[in-house]
């Protein structure tokens, strides 16, 4: 699935709105895939190397950048990951339950976007479908994934549509504060 022209055009727009950077060359594009060994999502591709490489969208919700990423935000490739140290390590295969059913390990996850809280987006790398790989987001603490749509594209519309974070514009408060123990 290709990003909608209308979403840029909707983010070219309110650009004041947003914390952006010059946009990514198909060789940072190509430098973050052979680093991370996976093709990325085409609708990513097309919001970093079309709209601006790494955002803080709304001033709230953060995209992380590719090549070597810029002043602000970091490379994708180079994005922390949780669960491989410290107190939120997880096992290499363990099963990582999504919410709406199934499960994922943390092999097949690559974070794309943080929250202030510390927890993520993730690209789910297990299958691409039409040039398009699934998100969800990651809660550290318990851990599980959240939300799970069916593209990067999908997720940028709630974005732009609610202007916040997405996952809180995805869920109620009871599952934000009860289930994700978020303020």
């Not at 060789?27 to 990325?40: F, H, N, P, Q, Y």
């Not at 974070?111 to 789910?124: E, R, S």
């Not at 790398?125 to 999908?154: A, C, I, T």
């Amino acid at each position: 699935m290709k990003l909608n022209s209308s979403v840029i055009t909707t983010l070219q727009q309110e650009r004041s709105q947003h914390e952006v950077y010059p946009p990514a060359t198909e060789a940072d594009i190509k430098e973050t895939e052979i680093a991370l060994g996976v093709r990325l999502p085409e609708s990513y591709c097309k919001f970093v190397s079309e709209f601006s490489n790494g955002a803080y969208l709304y001033r709230c919700q953060e995209i992380s950048a590719v090549g070597q990423g810029n002043q602000q935000i970091g490379a994708l490739q180079h994005t922390y990951r949780p669960w491989t140290a410290g107190p939120h390590k997880v096992d290499d295969g363990q099963p990582i339950p999504i919410r709406e059913g199934g499960y994922v390990t943390v092999d097949q996850l690559i974070p794309f976007a943080y929250d202030h809280n510390g927890n993520m987006w993730c690209f789910i790398v297990e299958k691409m479908q039409d040039h398009e790989y699934r998100v969800g987001y990651y809660d550290k603490f318990q851990p599980k994934l959240y939300g799970v749509m069916d593209s990067f594209h999908d997720w940028l519309n709630v974005c732009v549509s609610h202007r916040e974070e997405v996952i809180r514009a995805i869920f109620d408060d009871d599952v934000i504060v009860h289930e994700l123990g978020l303020g």
